[in-house]
């Protein structure tokens, strides 16, 4: 089955600096690559996806990129603000059967 | 986006009970997802239910210890059954929104004495 490595599982960085997250999937059959936002005592928040056909896609401050060939994915945030601080999770998926990473954990220190 | 109520949100329960947790999604969706998130951890899949078959359990969980209804295309339960204090966590349900985007049940958190 699917296996999704991330790194780092934790990550602190400046106000106003970028942060990078890295995912690897090992199915080449997953096709749909969601990132969610997980703030403490609440449920996961889709913040950005990206599906196979696609190599970049961006929104505001987030971007997520994905090569296929090496099957590996990345969340960018740029600008960082305190409000960032969360435990973000990558995920591979093929029709719904989605399998998370470990997370990490996102520290901003103002 | 779908919205997903699920409820209790807590619980403390004793040793050797059950749990029922229930989940409810605001339009019919053939699929319904439960996860278990131990803390600090990431989200392990448990089982997928589908309606008007069985669910189908990941490697690890199996029926008896947790039993799963998916009565209607709109609402799941997950069964937490004869509980030990291994069992607490977060359990969460999730269900499809548009294409393949999965939203999440606000969680129930579960601790067992």
């Known amino acids: 089955g699917e296996n999704v490595e991330q790194h780092p599982s934790t990550l602190s960085v400046q106000e106003g600096d970028s942060a990078v997250i890295k995912c690897t999937y090992s199915?080449?059959?997953?096709?749909?690559f969601p990132w969610y936002k997980q703030e403490l005592g609440k449920r996961p928040q889709l913040i950005i996806d990206?599906?196979?056909?696609?190599g970049e896609k961006k929104d505001q401050r987030i971007a997520v990129t994905l090569n296929k060939t090496a099957k590996h994915f990345s969340l960018h945030i740029t600008e960082t603000q305190p409000e960032d601080s969360a435990v973000y999770f990558c995920?591979?998926?093929?029709?719904?059967?989605?399998?998370f990473g470990a997370g990490t954990r996102l520290t901003v220190k103002p | 986006s779908a919205v997903i109520s699920q409820k209790p949100s807590r619980d403390i329960c004793q040793r050797g009970t059950s749990l029922t947790i229930q989940c409810q999604v605001d339009s019919q969706v053939t699929m319904m997802f439960w996860y278990r998130q131990q803390p600090g951890q990431s989200l392990t899949l448990i089982a997928t239910a589908n309606q008007g078959s069985e669910a189908t359990y990941e490697s690890g969980f199996v029926i008896d210890k947790f039993p799963i209804s998916r009565p209607n295309l709109t609402f799941s339960t997950l069964t937490v059954s004869n509980m030990s204090p291994e069992d607490s966590s977060i359990y969460l349900c999730s269900g499809p929104g548009q294409g393949d985007i999965q939203y999440f049940g606000a969680g129930t958190r579960l601790s067992v004495l």
């Open positions: 995920a591979a998926s093929m029709n719904n059967d989605m399998r």
């Open positions: 199915d080449s059959a997953s096709n749909y």
């Open positions: 990206i599906r196979s056909n696609v």
